[in-house]
């Protein structure tokens, strides 16, 4: 019979790389922490006009990359006769910022008139063409700063304090060489004004470009700026600029943010290119990227954000002025797989091996013992040869302790470390300390 494989562009975590993932993760909350953030889980599936309103009808993502199903409700449960006959159009999220714009308008959390800061750790699922650094179900860790105007939600502090927050996190983390580079795709008005500007000027020369470019100049031209077309460059470095189509407001928000980045010592670079890829972002957008060759293929962001400004309003909410980003968090793992210099996973303790199953009780009184002194311990079996326990201690662990008769009548084991080869013995009342100290 065929073996049953995981779904194209999904995949199992194993430890002990999972154990990197946890220490992400852990390191991810203990930080936002810091900056006054709580954790908002929102569900893995919404309806569909959720992300076509948010995210937009015209963008890949909506277009072509959605898991959506009709969901025709259980005959029991539905409410009415005509929803039985429709079914809903859900969909697998495929981003979270559109979920937890969702959340706060139904929740009426502006009705606290506080800033929320919330984040978020989980899949997303995109059906991407799979290659390395890009799966179809991928991991997020992001988070959204939102609320009204008079909670400080539209000051050019929070998208620096955003900022500041991942530049500390990356740190934290070890991530080397990492870059940030950000831009102003300006509000709600300058927006259309720009994409006006570049029709006018795509108009002329898009025949020249490639097919992908010809379709976007019509459908939506700001995706031609994020083309790596290499025929098609000069074209666009000749395009118009978003930042002369800025207003003044637009303009001055935008320094206030470089100025405070500058007075955080957080290093970036201006692009005037980068737009992303969702509708709902307004002013400040933007990625950090890392080299290539730090193992993503050509998949070189490691995340990406912006402020979305109207998009509470886009969903049907009061206005809520927000901003935020979504880190991969495959991509980061994968990029600090790539930069570690020493990576072999941390062995346990200690492993113990008991010469015969009548040891076997004591073995595993031993384990809780050591265990419950903060020590990472596996137990063998009184079956096994003592060449085998030494082969699998040796993998596992950096060191053996035997415990065979006499060692259960004296409590004293031997006690062998793999690294020295050094073999000693140690009564039982020493034990957890010594095993800890070294
Ligand atoms: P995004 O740029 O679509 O933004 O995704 C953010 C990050 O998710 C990317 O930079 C990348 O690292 C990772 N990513 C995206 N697609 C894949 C994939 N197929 N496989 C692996 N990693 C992937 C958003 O999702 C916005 N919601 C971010 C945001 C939050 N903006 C404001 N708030």
Partial sequence: MATLKAVRGTRDLLPPETALWNHVEATARAVFARYAFGEIRTPIFESTELFARGVGEETDIVSKEMYTWEDRGRADSVHSESEKARGQSLTLRPENTAGVVRAYIEHKLADTGML??????????????????????????????????????????????????????????????????????????????????????????????????????????????????PNDQDIINALPKIADFLDEDSRVHFDAVLSALAACNVPYTVNPRLVRGLDYYTRTTFEFTVPDGSGLGTQNALLGGGRYDGLSEILGGPKAPGIGFAIGEDRLILTLQAQATESSPRKLDAYIAPMGIAQNPAALALAQELRAAGLTVEVGDGTFRLKKSFETADKLARRIILLGEDEATTSIFTVKDFATTEQTKIPRTDLADKLRAS
């Fill in 116 to 229: 929320q800061k919330l984040f978020y750790i989980g899949p997303q699922f995109r059906r991407e063409r799979p290659q390395r650094g890009r799966y179809r179900q991928f991991w997020q860790i992001g988070a959204e700063v939102l609320g009204p105007a008079w909670s400080g939600a539209d000051s050019p502090l929070r998208d620096a304090e955003v900022l500041e927050m991942l530049c500390t996190f990356l740190n934290e983390l070890g991530v080397k060489n990492w870059r940030l580079e950000l831009n102003s795709v300006g509000s709600s008005t300058d927006r259309p004004r720009y994409i006006a500007a570049l029709k006018e000027a795509l108009a002329p020369v898009k025949s020249q470009m490639c097919e992908d470019n010809q379709r976007r100049a019509e459908t939506n031209p700001l995706r031609v700026l994020d083309s790596k077309d």
